[in-house]
């Protein structure tokens, strides 16, 4: 069996629990999986055989996978290849992300044998606001790589199966908190439809030294060498401009931050299914 990787990660979570499965799946296994990184651009192979394993993973983004996953793995053939589907999210939820990314390589030919839900810093966590800061941490890393040795043990016995993603769903939030953000979510489209504003990543011209490691790993080229402001018809909020300055020039104050921050600060723990 041959097992390829591909994570979608602009703030580098995804990418380390990815790479913490692949640690788990190599201690226990004669395979060695392939690592390729799909957030800036797409990754050849993209047709595979019943006989492959393919793992993707990537951040929830409003409940769902991130748009940009599908983008990059758009036309591939799965013709009967094995599929695992990790996503990773900021402490809130994952909702509907393993369903729809599962549904999406299904629809590819991929046979969704696991999934996982994985926690990982929130793109809108700053000193102020901490949401999930520091995660995925040691805890984390040792259940990711849990994971990782689960699949080797299914995939050395035979065992590797279709499976309903479906039935994974979310460690539940406490009433109170999912009372605070659903009131917050309903004034901010509110206020959205009378008076609509568009909250883009900024930048301190300031602290900015023009070192250019932002428009690098902008995964939409929204900002890019000519223009440091964002484009606001590319930019995806991914925050991967903000996290990576080392000048701290790059900011975005996003409305969610506050309620995030105060509502989901109870530690969720990672779950999957094989
Ligand atoms: C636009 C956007 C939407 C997000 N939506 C959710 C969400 O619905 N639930 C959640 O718990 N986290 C959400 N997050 C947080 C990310 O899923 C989380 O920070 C993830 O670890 C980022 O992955 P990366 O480091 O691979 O980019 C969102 C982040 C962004 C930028």
Redesign the pocket.
Known sequence: MIITTF???????????LKGVITGISAHSTVKPDFHDV?LSEAAPKSFSADDLVIV????????I?PLLKQRLKGWQGNGAKCIVI?????????N?LTDVSEFMSAQGFTVCGGGA????????TSEYP??QG?PDTIDMEAVERFGREIASKISGGMLAPVNLATLTDEPSPAESLKNFREFVIGYQKQQAERPRTYLPEVDLQLCDGCGVCYSVCPTEAITEESHSADPTKC?????CV?VCPQDARSLQ?P?APV?SAN?NHRKSPRWIL
């Open positions: 994570a979608f990660s602009p703030t580098g979570t995804s990418a380390k629990i957030t993973a990537a951040p929830v983004y409003g409940g769902k991130a996503a990773v999210y900021g402490n809130r939820a994952f909702e992300a994985f926690i990982g810093e929130h793109s809108y966590s949401i999930a995660r995806i909020k991914c925050c991967a996290k996003s969610f995030l989901f």
